[in-house]
């Protein structure tokens, strides 16, 4: 069991650092496209997600469609409508921040280290 609490320590964590080199990345896009015009690059994460997905190219299918009917469908109807489409109607670099935030913060809630009672032999 604490080999899988591990393991499963390992993906939050990993997910988190994906989520915040994406989110530095889509931070200084943003940044630059500031700096170059007058022009606010506020395009929301879904947006971005549906303008530069390569499986458009690869397969012939949007992913973004795919995923939201996978998770509506699967998973469940509520963790796609208000929570998945809250982060994916913030601005991209926001948005990535956030949900770099919600795995760390599940990753911490849900895996606190357990305090084990030592037996004491006498």
Known sequence: ????????KIIMRLFSLIFVGLALLAFGFYITIIAATDNRATDPLGQTWYNFDPFIEIFNTASLP???????RKIHPFLWDPIFLFFLSLPSWLGLISLSATF???AY??????????????
């Open 1 to 8: 069991m604490k080999i899988i609490i591990s393991i499963l």
């Open 66 to 72: 795919l995923v939201g009917a996978i998770i509506e």
């Open 104 to 106: 760390m913060i599940i």
């Open 109 to 122: 809630l849900f895996f606190l280290p357990t305090k084990s009672k030592k037996v004491k032999f006498s």
